[in-house]
Structures are given as structure tokens and as C-alpha cells.
């Protein structure tokens, strides 16, 4: 098992950057898969990024492709998502998880989540 600790998350005006960070405890997170995912109030769980264990393959929700940019420190056991030109609809709670694809069923642990609220 894993366990995944999410932070960066805060307010921050529209057309602004925030940087997520997904620390995993085990050294075998080089050889997850990984996903950030968002939710917003009252709407469902959605994927927003995706890397491979080695960094080599990422892909992108349409809504984020072009702003956002998912990366990983393997060394540091560490997962990244660099979202720029953050819009009040990335308001959600963004959550890690190891999985691959764009489905929450692929994935199998989750972390706790952190808030990102963008203001218009």
C-alpha cells in the first residue's frame, strides 16, 4: 500500500500559477502509473492529468491541455502538477492517485486531496 499527501493547493486570482505536490512513501513510486483528479461541488470526480512511472508519457484533459503540466521527481518520490492561467472553473479539490487511464476506476490509491480555489 501507498499513501499519497497532496499540498500546494490556496486561492489564487484568475490568470495566476499554482504548483501541486503528490509526496508518496514508498520508494516504489517510481514504478507507478500516476493521475491527478479533480472535483468541484457537487459535481462528479474528473481526470485532469496523467504520467507514466517514467515520466516519458503524459496526457491531458481537453479543459487543461495547454495550461497545465504534469511532471514527476522519482528520486524524490514526488509527483507535480504546474497549472498556469488558472480560470474559476479549476476551482475543485485535486487529488493524486496511482492508475493509469482517465477513469477514477483505474485508479487504486487516492490521497487526501487539496483545495485550489481560482477568483474571478
Known amino acids: 500500500q501507498v499513501q499519497l499527501v497532496e499540498s500546494g493547493g490556496g486561492l489564487v486570482q484568475a490568470g495566476g500559477s499554482l504548483r501541486l505536490s503528490c509526496a508518496a512513501s514508498?520508494?516504489?513510486?517510481?514504478?507507478?502509473?500516476m493521475g491527478w483528479f479533480r472535483q468541484a461541488p457537487g459535481k462528479e470526480r474528473e481526470f485532469v492529468a496523467a504520467?507514466?512511472?517514467?515520466?516519458?508519457?503524459?496526457y491531458y484533459a481537453d479543459s487543461v491541455k495547454g495550461r497545465f503540466t504534469v511532471s514527476r521527481d522519482n528520486a524524490k518520490n514526488t509527483l507535480y502538477l504546474q497549472m498556469n492561467s488558472l480560470k474559476p472553473e479549476d476551482t475543485a479539490i485535486y487529488y493524486c492517485?496511482?492508475?493509469?487511464?482517465?477513469?477514477?476506476?483505474?485508479?487504486?490509491?487516492w490521497g487526501q486531496g487539496t483545495q485550489v480555489t481560482v477568483s474571478s
Open positions: 514508498r520508494r516504489t513510486f517510481s514504478t507507478y502509473d
Open positions: 504520467i507514466n512511472w517514467s515520466g516519458g508519457t503524459t
Open positions: 492517485a496511482v492508475g493509469a487511464g482517465r477513469l477514477v476506476r483505474y485508479y487504486d490509491y
